[in-house]
């Protein structure tokens, strides 16, 4: 079973929602909870989680994987994300049954690797779980987004304009993919950023929580 790092929420009072950070390629959860600490200042009663990745990277010591990447096979990521998605997908119902929470007060927040994660287990939980922020990353599976229950989570993408990693190209596939299948969808380029998050990001993810999170 999956585990990582954990934030409660702020307030010292019982979560009324859940983030869940979905990490990238060679990192772990540490790589991305402490994002908790700045969305909790507008989310005092949000809890934050950060689950690592089931396997060790390969390319990466001490780093996790959701699955093996190289690129170079067209196939291995659909192939990756489909192994790889039950297991993400029962740490959320687990998150959500520990908090006794429901699905409409959990988002998902991914970076890369785990952007391609977040976006194929998180369309297809049913119920609609509140929202998907994801960064840097691209739309694994756009064949399966016509099994995707509706009404489906909102989507917001941000990209980088200079990502030397996942190209930017990637944005305009995965929302074009999206709005075709019905999916609301909003996206962001960032101006001089590579593969990384920065303060634009920051700043649109915040407002995507606040708006879809009980508060």
Same mark, same amino acid.
Do not use: N
């Given at each position: 079973?999956? =585990?990582?790092?954990?934030?409660?929420?702020?307030?010292? %009072?019982?979560?009324?929602?859940? #983030? #869940?950070?979905?990490?990238? $390629?060679?990192?772990?959860?540490?790589?991305?909870?402490?994002?908790? *600490?700045?969305?909790?200042?507008?989310?005092? =009663?949000?809890?934050?989680?950060?689950?690592?990745?089931?396997?060790?990277?390969? &390319?990466?010591?001490?780093?996790?994987?959701?699955?093996?990447?190289?690129? %170079?096979?067209?196939?291995?990521?659909?192939?990756?994300?489909?192994?790889?998605?039950?297991?993400?997908?029962?740490?959320?119902?687990?998150?959500?049954? %520990?908090?006794?929470?429901?699905?409409?007060?959990?988002?998902? #927040?991914?970076?890369? /690797?785990?952007? &391609? &994660?977040?976006?194929?287990?998180?369309?297809?939980? *049913?119920?609609?779980?509140?929202?998907?922020?994801?960064?840097?990353?691209?739309?694994?599976?756009?064949?399966?987004?016509?099994?995707?229950?509706?009404?489906?989570?909102?989507?917001?993408?941000?990209?980088? =304009? /200079?990502? =030397?990693?996942?190209?930017?190209? $990637?944005?305009?596939?995965?929302?074009?993919?999206?709005?075709?299948?019905?999916?609301?969808?909003?996206?962001?380029?960032?101006?001089?950023?590579?593969?990384?998050?920065?303060?634009?990001?920051?700043?649109?993810?915040?407002?995507?929580? %606040?708006?879809?999170?009980?508060?």
């Amino acid at each position: 079973m999956l =585990d990582g790092p954990r934030l409660a929420p702020a307030s010292g %009072r019982p979560a009324k929602g859940l #983030v #869940v950070f979905v990490h990238g $390629y060679g990192a772990d959860g540490h790589d991305l909870i402490e994002l908790g *600490r700045h969305f909790a200042r507008d989310l005092p =009663d949000i809890a934050f989680v950060a689950p690592h990745a089931p396997e060790p990277c390969a &390319m990466s010591p001490g780093g996790r994987q959701w699955f093996p990447l190289t690129m %170079r096979d067209p196939a291995e990521v659909p192939r990756g994300v489909a192994r790889a998605a039950p297991a993400l997908d029962a740490f959320l119902s687990q998150e959500l049954g %520990r908090m006794r929470l429901p699905a409409s007060a959990l988002a998902l #927040v991914g970076f890369s /690797q785990g952007t &391609m &994660m977040a976006l194929d287990v998180g369309l297809s939980r *049913r119920p609609a779980i509140a929202a998907i922020v994801g960064f840097s990353g691209l739309l694994a599976r756009p064949d399966q987004l016509a099994a995707v229950p509706r009404p489906s989570p909102p989507v917001v993408l941000v990209h980088g =304009d /200079q990502d =030397d990693v996942l190209p930017v190209e $990637y944005l305009p596939m995965a929302c074009e993919a999206l709005a075709a299948a019905e999916i609301p969808v909003e996206w962001h380029i960032a101006a001089g950023l590579s593969h990384g998050i920065d303060e634009s990001g920051l700043t649109i993810a915040a407002s995507v929580l %606040r708006r879809a999170l009980p508060r």
